[in-house]
C-alpha cells in the first residue's frame, strides 16, 4: 500500500494502524498518491483550537473515507500531540475497519497492554462500567476482550495497592535451551552450540547478581518477588541451579519476598534432583511449558519430548512439593486444530495446575502474511481455539488475572494468564502493568524504573548476546545505578 501524509508526520503512528488493519501490506510512503492500487491519505490540519483529520483509502477497490475533529485548546504539548496522535489513529480506523472481512477484535487499539490503559481510566476516576464504555465505543474493542481487560486491571489495582515506593522485584534470564523450537522468537542460545558458554555465562552472572545485591541495600530497596526466565533455566544441571540460587540468597534480603519464580519450561530438562534443589531454595512456583500436548504437534514444533513427559514432570514437581505450578500452551501451532488444541487445553485442566497461560503463535510478518485468504482461516482458527479455551478455564473455575498482546501475533490477539483464585503470579502482572521497577540481570536484561506517580519509565539495557555480555563483565554496574538514583 502506499501512502501519504499531508500535515502532519506522524509516520509511526500511521504505518503502526495500517499494519494492525492489513497486516500483509507492505507500506511505501510517497509524496503523491497514485493512481491505482491500494492506497492511503492521512491528512491533519489544526484551527481555531480544534485538529481535524481526514483518513481516505482505497483498498481492494473500494474507497473508504473518514473524517474527525478533536478540541485540542488550551493544551501543554504533550497532551496535544497525544490527541492529536490517537485521532490521527482512529480516523484511519474507522475509515478502513468497515472494509476488512472482521473488525479486530481489538479495535484501534495497537499498544501491547490493554489493561493498563484500562487501569489509567479507572485511577483517573472513571467506573468500571465507564472505562468498560470507553474502550468499547471509543476504542471499538469486542465486548470479550473488554471483560478479560477490566479483570486484569483489576489485578493490576489490587497488586498496585501491595506495593510501596521501595519494592521492586528482580529478573534473571538464563538464555540457553536444549534445543531451538522452531517458532521461538526469543535470543536463546541451544546447547549443543552454545553449551561451552554456559560455565562462564554464570561465572558473570553470579558477578553481576553480587554487585546488584549491593546496590539494591544501599538504595534500601525491598525485593518482593524474583523470576528466573530464560531460554529454558533448567537447562542448568542442578549443581548450577545450586550456585545460582545460593548466589541470589546471599545477594539479597529474602524477608520481603512474596513469589520465586523459575521457568523449568521445557520437561526435556527437569528431573527430580533439579526440582529439589529449586524447592531448597524457596522457589515457590514453577512453570512447567508443554505447549501442546500433542505429540505430532510437539514433533512438528520441534520440541524434543512428549505428552507423557509433560504429566511426568507435573508430577515430579508436585512430589518435589511445589503448589503453585504454571503450564502454558500456544493457540495457532503449526499441525495443531482446535480440536486437537482443546484436547491439550482438557489435558492441563485435568491436571489442575494454579495457573495456564494460553499464548497465540507471535507470526512472522512478509512471507507468512502474504496469502491473505491464509490468514483470514488462521485467523479463525486460532480464534475459536482461544473462545474453546476461554469456555473451558471458565467452567473449570480458572479466572484471567493478566495479559498482553504481541505484535504480529496471529489474528491481532492476546496472550492470556488464567489462574485459580488467589494463584495470581505477582511478577507477571508488575512487569506486565509497569507497577514497579524491575531490575533484570543476565544477557538480554532490560531493567526499568518505573515512577507510578508521574507514570514516569526509565529504561537500561544489559547487552544482548550471551558471548557479549560475558564479555561485559564487571562493566553492568552504571546503568543500574542510574536507575536506582545511586552516585556512579
Ligand atoms: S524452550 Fe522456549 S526459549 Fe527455548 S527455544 Fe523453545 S520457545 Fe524458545
Redesign the pocket.
Known amino acids: 500500500m502506499t501512502y501519504v501524509l499531508i500535515g502532519h508526520e506522524m509516520k509511526h503512528a500511521v504505518e503502526e494502524m495500517l499494519l494492525h488493519l492489513l497486516p500483509a501490506a507492505v507500506l511505501t510512503r510517497a509524496e503523491k498518491l497514485p493512481e491505482t492500487g491500494d492506497r492511503c491519505l492521512s491528512m491533519l490540519r489544526e484551527q481555531d483550537g480544534r485538529a481535524y483529520a481526514l483518513a481516505e483509502a482505497v483498498v481492494d477497490g473500494r474507497c473508504l473515507r473518514c473524517e474527525r475533529d478533536a478540541a485540542i485548546d488550551g493544551m501543554d504539548e504533550l497532551a496535544r500531540k497525544r490527541t492529536v496522535t490517537e485521532l490521527i489513529k482512529t480516523t484511519l480506523y474507522e475509515a478502513i475497519a468497515p472494509g476488512l472481512p472482521e473488525a479486530p477484535v481489538w479495535g484501534s487499539l495497537t499498544g501491547v497492554r490493554p489493561a493498563k490503559l484500562a487501569r489509567g481510566l479507572i485511577e483517573r476516576g472513571k467506573s468500571r462500567a465507564e472505562t468498560a464504555e470507553a474502550l468499547r465505543g471509543h476504542f471499538f474493542v469486542s465486548q470479550k476482550r473488554v471483560s478479560l481487560t477490566i479483570r486484569a486491571a483489576e489485578t493490576a489495582l489490587f497488586f498496585g495497592n501491595e506495593i510501596g515506593p521501595d519494592d521492586i522485584s528482580l529478573y534473571v534470564g538464563i538464555p540457553f535451551?536444549?534445543?531451538?523450537?522452531y517458532?521461538?522468537?526469543?535470543v536463546?542460545a541451544?546447547t549443543a552450540q552454545s553449551g561451552h558458554l554456559i560455565e562462564p555465562y554464570l561465572d558473570a552472572l553470579c558477578r553481576e547478581i553480587e554487585e546488584t545485591g549491593a546496590m539494591v541495600r544501599e538504595a534500601g530497596k525491598r525485593v518482593q518477588s524474583i523470576y528466573i526466565g530464560?531460554?529454558?533455566p533448567t537447562t542448568l544441571t542442578a549443581e548450577q541451579l545450586k550456585r545460582l540460587t545460593a548466589r541470589l540468597a546471599e545477594a539479597f534480603d529474602f524477608s520481603f519476598l512474596r513469589e520465586y519464580t523459575v521457568e523449568a519450561?521445557?520437561p526435556d530438562t527437569i528431573t527430580p534432583e533439579k526440582l529439589a534443589a529449586l524447592k531448597t531454595a524457596g522457589v515457590t512456583r514453577v512453570s512447567i511449558?508443554p505447549?501442546s500436548m500433542e505429540d505430532e504437534v510437539l514433533r512438528q514444533i520441534?520440541?524434543r519430548h512428549t505428552a507423557t513427559d509433560v504429566l511426568r514432570t507435573y508430577e515430579e514437581a508436585r512430589q518435589a512439593g511445589f503448589r503453585e505450578i504454571n503450564m502454558d500452551l500456544i493457540a495457532g501451532l503449526t499441525g495443531d486444530t482446535p480440536e486437537s488444541f482443546g484436547r491439550s487445553v482438557h489435558t492441563l485442566i485435568g491436571l489442575a495446575p494454579e495457573n495456564i497461560t494460553v499464548h497465540t503463535l507471535a507470526i512472522k510478518r512478509g512471507a507468512d502474511l502474504s496469502d491473505k485468504a491464509a490468514n483470514a482461516a488462521e485467523r479463525r482458527k486460532v480464534g475459536e481455539m482461544l473462545d474453546l479455551a476461554e469456555t473451558a478455564l471458565g467452567a473449570a473455575g480458572y479466572g484471567p488475572y493478566y495479559l498482553y498482546r504481541q505484535k504480529f501475533s496471529a489474528g491481532g490477539f492476546e496472550n492470556v494468564g488464567w489462574c485459580k483464585p488467589g494463584t495470581e503470579c505477582f511478577y507477571n502482572v508488575a512487569m506486565m502493568e509497569e507497577l514497579q521497577t524491575i531490575l533484570s540481570l543476565g544477557a538480554g536484561g532490560v531493567s526499568k524504573r518505573v515512577e507510578r506517580d508521574t507514570g514516569w519509565i526509565e529504561r537500561t539495557n544489559n547487552p544482548k548476546y550471551p558471548q557479549e555480555y560475558i564479555g561485559a563483565a564487571g562493566r553492568l554496574s552504571a546503568g543500574k545505578r542510574k536507575l536506582l538514583r545511586l552516585g556512579v
Open positions: 535451551c536444549p534445543s531451538r523450537c517458532y521461538c522468537s526469543f536463546s541451544a530464560g531460554g529454558t519450561g521445557r511449558n505447549q520441534g520440541r
